[in-house]
T-cell receptor, first 114, second 116 residues
Framework: SQQGEEDPQALSIQEGENATMNCSYK?????LQWYRQNSGRGLVHLIL?????REKHSGRLRVTLDTSKKSSSLLITASRAADTASYFC??????????????FGQGTELSVKP | ETGVTQTPRHLVMGMTNKKSLKCEQH?????MYWYKQSAKKPLELMFV???????ENNSVPSRFSPECPNSSHLFLHLHTLQPEDSALYLC???????????????FGPGTRLTVL
């Protein structure tokens, strides 16, 4: 079964508002990553948070991680139309075999209206 | 640009055709990956290569055949595909070698494959 599940599946906001996306996962992780994908393009890494970290910032992005609840949130502040994209969380399991894996959720489609 | 290129960007093929997808990374990474992204589904990891050695085959049908001649290049050879194989195929690379990616992956733009 998939590791990460994002919530909501779709989010529509006005420019300038904040956008919050949530991710839940099932097994213990080494780290959790957030990626962005513009329509039909490759994924772009946004931020990585390790299992011993609780919060991380990068520009207008703020990520939190609650390992007791097995959940993470991505907050985009002061959103812009250019933030319109799909956002995915991906986890690296704590225990892994040679080769490694990023396990992706289904993503949240964010639409920021000007 | 992420430093990972993929060609072609779009490919239409019949079920009896043979084609290949190419991925090249200019980042000096040691691990490379193929993913499949279908509509309304999470990204599916297909193959992982570390130092040119395949370390993961995620139960991928044999009509998909990967090849990694060196750490910078990765191919996906396609043969007798089915219409349900139509998807966006993404290549990625990461610095981490055999023990798995604890850091980020860098993705190419993908190849949009349509099987008729």
């Amino acid at each position: 079964s998939q590791q990460g599940e994002e919530d909501p599946q779709a989010l529509s906001i006005q420019e300038g508002e904040n956008a919050t996306m949530n991710c839940s996962y099932k097994t213990s992780i080494n780290n959790l990553q957030w990626y962005r994908q513009n329509s039909g393009r490759g994924l772009v890494h946004l931020i990585l948070i390790r299992s011993n970290e609780r919060e991380k910032h990068s520009g207008r992005l703020r990520v939190t991680l609650d390992t007791s609840k097995k959940s993470s949130s991505l907050l985009i502040t002061a959103s812009r139309a250019a933030d319109t994209a799909s956002y995915f969380c991906a986890t690296v399991p704590e225990v892994y075999n040679q080769g490694g894996k990023l396990i992706f959720g289904q993503g949240t489609e964010l639409s920021v209206k000007p | 640009e992420t430093g990972v290129t993929q060609t072609p960007r779009h490919l239409v093929m019949g079920m009896t055709n043979k084609k290949s997808l190419k991925c090249e990374q200019h980042l000096g990474h040691n691990a490379m990956y193929w993913y499949k992204q279908s509509a309304k589904k999470p990204l599916e990891l297909m193959f992982v290569y570390n130092f040119k050695e395949q370390t993961e085959n995620n139960s991928v049908p044999s009509r998909f055949s990967p090849e990694c001649p060196n750490s910078s290049h990765l191919f996906l050879h396609l043969h007798t595909l089915q219409p349900e194989d139509s998807a966006l195929y993404l290549c990625a690379s990461s610095q981490e070698p055999a023990r798995g990616p604890r850091d980020t992956q860098y993705f190419g733009p993908g190849t949009r494959l349509t099987v008729l």
